[in-house]
């Protein structure tokens, strides 16, 4: 079984930056892909960003392309994202992601960390 633990949330303006972590625990050898997921209040959960189980290949939404980085250490088995440019609209919990595939569905996440951006 796999434990995801974010951290890195908080309370930002529009434009800062920032930076959120995932750390990963439990048996994720070798093959762990982990992503990042966000839910804003009353709306559904929306799919942020993604790297590969071998850290070559990454994905992102459109909503956050150019302006979000994903990195991943798959040795550490964790996994950060770089947020800059922050918008209001980019204000919801953030959901760290894990599967033992680069396909598939997600099967662990972390418990959510709040990020919310102030006009």
């Known amino acids: 079984q796999v434990q995801l633990l974010e951290s890195g949330g908080g309370l930002v303006q529009a434009g800062d930056s920032l930076q959120l972590s995932c750390q990963a625990s439990?048996?994720?050898?070798?093959?762990?892909?982990m992503g990042w997921f966000r839910q804003a209040p009353g709306k559904e959960r929306e799919f942020v960003s993604a790297?590969?189980?071998?850290?070559?290949?990454?994905y992102y939404g459109d909503s956050v392309k150019g302006r979000f980085t994903i990195s991943g250490d798959h040795t550490r088995n964790t996994v950060s994202l770089q947020m800059n440019s922050l918008k209001p609209e980019d204000t919801a919990v953030y959901y760290c992601?894990?599967?033992?595939?680069?396909?598939?569905?997600?099967?662990?996440w972390g418990q959510g960390t709040q990020v919310t951006v102030s006009s």
């Open positions: 439990g048996r994720t050898f070798p093959n762990y892909a």
């Open positions: 992601a894990g599967r033992f595939s680069d396909v598939g569905g997600w099967d662990a």
């Open positions: 790297v590969s189980w071998s850290g070559n290949t990454t």
